[in-house]
């Protein structure tokens, strides 16, 4: 497994939550009033949903198991291949629905439900991230 390309996208990733981290605002109305804020938070959580399916399909492909006809369906095999808990992909598979929002219909975003992400759900980034780690740390063992 090319455990650099991995490392290197989880720091992307962690990049990412930080920058959440550090510009969500004190409350969701602050939120949907700040189109500037708005912009560094939605991208940086696209961002974010795409590095975890970019590092599941890179797994997935190294592992020669078939590929993924969704973004959601990476998490599922991660989940099959034993790398995801049942709680990490289900909270993934969702995090795609709202990415696909972000990109495809920016215009009817629900900025209450972004601030709700911002200060409630960074943490299922996170825990993928550890789940990830676990794996390609476990798995560099093995060799």
Not at 22 to 43: F, G, M, T, V, Y
Not at 78 to 101: C, H, P, Q, W
């Amino acid at each position: 497994m090319d455990q650099r390309v991995i490392e290197e996208k989880l720091e992307s990733l962690r990049r990412c939550i930080r920058r959440v981290e550090n510009k969500r605002p004190a409350s969701s109305s602050e939120l949907e009033i700040d189109i500037d804020l708005q912009d560094i938070l939605s991208i940086n959580l696209e961002r974010a949903v795409q590095l975890c399916v970019d590092i599941g399909a890179h797994i997935i492909s190294l592992a020669e198991k078939d590929v993924p006809q969704t973004m959601g369906e990476t998490f599922k095999i991660l989940y099959d291949m034993k790398i995801l808990k049942s709680n990490t992909a289900e909270v993934m598979k969702k995090a795609v629905g709202f990415r696909n929002i972000a990109v495809h219909n920016y215009e009817s975003i629900n900025w209450a439900i972004v601030y709700s992400i911002c200060t409630k759900q960074l943490e299922d980034f996170k825990q993928f991230a550890r789940e990830i780690h676990n794996y390609i740390s476990d798995s560099a063992n093995e060799h």
